[in-house]
């Protein structure tokens, strides 16, 4: 891993931009209406928390998509993902690859098993059932998906040969 940080983080900058900016329009809203709640007078005080603690459920989804990311540690692999944070030691990964649905991902393969590394990913670039055979992925995948499954691979092989 020349030349980089101790744990380097690979994912999208802009998503994770753009969804950090809507996280923070909901707990903004979820602020507005606490406020709105103490200055009221009682009688809409209940449904204006209900409403602020909506927002902040809300602003949650955006909260974690913005945190997607793949860290090469030392000794393992963190895929955070939407619902899980897989740690996956270096020796338990058999290969990393590409698959072109609905979109670009990279996948990572431990004990036979596929793990999508959703911050190495990008969804809804094409419609369902697009056809994978005229989407290259080292032809149309952006740029950051390549940078990243790069890095990963190269992460990989360096310590398979150690």
Not at 2 to 13: C, D, E, F, R
Not at 31 to 38: I, K
Not at 51 to 80: C, K, N, Q, T, Y
Request: proline letters at 5%; aromatic letters at 12%; hydrophobic letters at 45%.
């Amino acid at each position: 891993m020349s030349g980089v940080a101790a744990n380097p983080a690979l994912y999208s900058k802009y998503r994770a931009f753009i969804y950090s900016g809507l996280a923070v329009c909901f707990v903004a809203a979820a602020v507005a209406a606490f406020v709105s709640a103490a200055h009221s007078d009682g009688f809409n005080t209940g449904p204006l928390i209900g409403l602020g603690v909506i927002f902040l459920l809300i602003s949650a989804i955006p909260a974690r998509i913005a945190r997607l990311r793949v860290v090469l540690r030392e000794d393992r692999v963190d895929l955070v993902n939407p619902l899980r944070t897989y740690r996956i030691p270096w020796t338990d990964i058999e290969r990393v690859d590409t698959f072109v649905f609905a979109g670009w991902k990279v996948r990572v393969w431990t004990k036979g098993r596929p793990r999508v590394a959703f911050g190495l990913s990008q969804y809804n670039k094409y419609r369902f059932g697009s056809d994978p055979a005229h989407d290259a992925f080292d032809r149309d995948a952006p740029a950051w998906i390549r940078r990243g499954y790069a890095e990963l691979q190269e992460s990989l092989q360096t310590r398979k040969r150690a």
